[in-house]
């Protein structure tokens, strides 16, 4: 007799659709805004330049300031026993909505204190978002790493600095690369906090200036996809949508090959681990 | 902070009117649709999301698995633009055609929404669904479970833990999320019991009115309580990750 499978069925029939349904996200970004894709990158209406450019220059600028402070921060905490507290408010304010982060620097940096609306605010309120999550991330990724290596370096008369230099570092490094990857992209398709930080308008004329307005890929496609006027509005967003959506991908993509390539090479050490003569 | 010293604790929390230029400033309609969008969105990503988690983690093939996973973290990691962009177009016809009403609405929302934590909640599941020792299962066969038996009696309880921990941030992800809930949700102020007209959360209420209010205004700080209550959320929602997981 042939055995039923139901709970089997029902199981593949919902991951089947899940799955779909998540293809089809992309897959409806794509299909409309091709046909916009090439206006994307010529001048005009629909050019995308300015805004990949703010994308660019902000996610950059907010890696520079908060990816070495953040982990700075877990290491205090994870090899100089920072207290406890340090670990939860940064795990707090990683899962903190954008939005309030965005309220909080609008009342502080734009209302009080007359900033502009520009990419420098945009940088504040992203640097603000990824300092506790890099912080909160990098921890457990820092705890994976064995205690008697730690150990070993500090017997043979290691300091603690030359511990988590020559050591801790180097060996959490592949986990690192990931958390600070998995950032970036929370901060390349981030928009609730910079709606009213780096504001809805890109420069209309190249700029280096911090003071210049400061809208990304991310603000472009809720603005044009909401409020636009253009006939070819639906278009354009999506556009800025397939732009987008490939920034990630590269992102995740040469971090995922940048932590293979570490991981391999992490793999060597451990293989002649333990062998004299080496 | 001194709205709640002006014009009450009660009627500003537990207040079902939000209409800042008479002085009301009830918070009644953006909590109620917080939690009404979230529980939504809950209960759609735990349906494609656990499926996709066991479906890959014990039903797929062993080749496909990688690919698969690496797939849905991909997939975490999607703008949630993109997901509003896509409510947008896609689940507010189909919500307005299926449901009446505008289209934009509660339940526009919470699918939206649903679908956007999806990714986290399955490949967090997938990883608390391989986690589960074959030996067991292998045992559970080998004492002539049928292989259902097996998924719904000993892989699922047994992967149950890091499921609850997976559907907890996926939870506070769905607190969290502002844009993709703008998109779809129609922006009303208004508390109401029907899912199929346009409502608001905690979220898009700060931003639709932070830049309406002057800082400082009641209705500003109205804005700053509703960020408290946001962060009240956050932090008890992660207090039941801890409690889950080993005191140390």
């Given at each position: 007799?042939?055995?039923?499978?139901?709970?089997?069925?029902?199981?593949?029939?919902?991951?089947?659709?899940?799955?779909?349904?998540?293809?089809?996200?992309?897959?409806?970004?794509?299909?409309?805004?091709?046909?916009?894709?090439?206006?994307?990158?010529?001048?005009?209406?629909?050019?995308?330049?300015?805004?990949?450019?703010?994308t660019l220059y902000m996610v950059g600028a907010a890696l520079v300031l908060s990816v070495p402070p953040g982990l700075l921060a877990a290491l205090w905490r994870t090899e100089e026993r920072a207290p406890r507290i340090l670990e939860d408010v940064a795990s707090l304010l990683s899962s903190l909505p954008s939005v309030t982060i965005g309220l909080g620097l609008f009342v502080l940096l734009i209302a009080t204190s007359g900033w502009p609306f520009s990419r420098a605010a945009g940088i504040v309120a992203l640097t603000a978002m990824n300092l506790p999550w890099m912080t909160a991330a990098s921890i457990p990724v820092l705890r994976q790493v064995g205690e008697s290596r730690r150990q070993a370096s500090l017997a043979l008369g290691a300091s603690v600095w030359a511990t988590v230099v020559r050591v801790v570092v180097p060996e959490a490094?592949?986990?690192?690369?990931?958390?600070?990857?998995?950032?970036?992209?929370?901060?390349?398709?981030?928009?609730?906090?910079?709606l009213f930080t780096a504001g809805v308008n890109a420069p209309a004329r190249f700029s280096w200036s911090p003071w210049a307005p400061g809208a990304t890929l991310a603000i472009r496609l809720f603005r044009v996809g909401t409020e636009s006027l253009h006939p070819d509005a639906r278009a354009m967003a999506g556009a800025a949508g397939i732009v987008l959506l490939l920034f990630t991908l590269v992102l995740?993509?040469?971090a995922g090959v940048l932590q293979r390539y570490l991981r391999r090479r992490a793999g060597i050490v451990d293989g002649t681990e333990g062998r004299f003569g080496r | 902070m001194a709205v709640l010293s002006r014009y009450g604790l009660e009627p500003v929390l537990l207040g079902r009117v939000f209409e800042p230029a008479r002085g009301r400033f009830g918070l009644i309609p953006f909590i109620w649709g917080s939690v009404v969008v979230g529980l939504m969105a809950l209960v759609v990503a735990v349906l494609f999301g656990v499926s996709l988690a066991l479906a890959v983690g014990r039903r797929v093939p062993e080749r496909l698995r990688g690919a698969l996973g690496r797939g849905l973290s991909i997939f975490v990691a999607l703008p949630s633009v993109i997901l509003g962009w896509w409510g947008l177009e896609t689940v507010v016809p189909l919500v307005r055609q299926v449901f009446g009403g505008p289209g934009f609405s509660l339940l526009a929302a919470g699918l939206t929404l649903g679908v956007m934590i999806t990714p986290t909640l399955a490949a967090l599941s997938l990883a608390a669904v391989e986690g589960v020792p074959r030996l067991l299962e292998e045992a559970s066969d080998a004492l002539g479970a049928h292989p259902d038996q097996t998924l719904l009696g000993l892989t699922l309880p047994a992967a149950l833990p890091g499921i609850a921990r997976a559907v907890v941030l996926a939870a506070s992800r769905a607190l969290a999320e502002t844009m993709a809930v703008q998109m779809v949700i129609g922006s009303q102020p208004v508390a109401r019991l029907a899912l199929n007209l346009p409502g608001s959360t905690l979220t898009t209420g700060i931003l639709v009115n932070m830049a309406v209010w002057p800082p400082g205004s009641p209705a500003g700080q109205s804005l700053?309580?509703?960020?408290?209550?946001?962060?009240v959320g956050a932090w008890w929602l992660s207090r039941q990750l801890t409690d889950r997981s080993d005191p140390a």
């Open positions: 007799m042939r055995q039923r499978h139901g709970v089997t069925a029902v199981i593949l029939v919902l991951a089947v659709c899940g799955g779909a349904i998540l293809l089809l996200v992309a897959g409806e970004v794509v299909a409309v805004g091709w046909p916009e894709l090439g206006a994307g990158f010529r001048a005009g209406p629909a050019d995308l330049r300015p805004e990949l450019f703010n490094l592949p986990g690192l690369v990931a958390v600070a990857a998995v950032g970036a992209a929370r901060l390349v398709g981030e928009a609730a906090a910079l995740l993509g040469v | 700053t309580v509703m960020a408290a209550l946001l962060l």
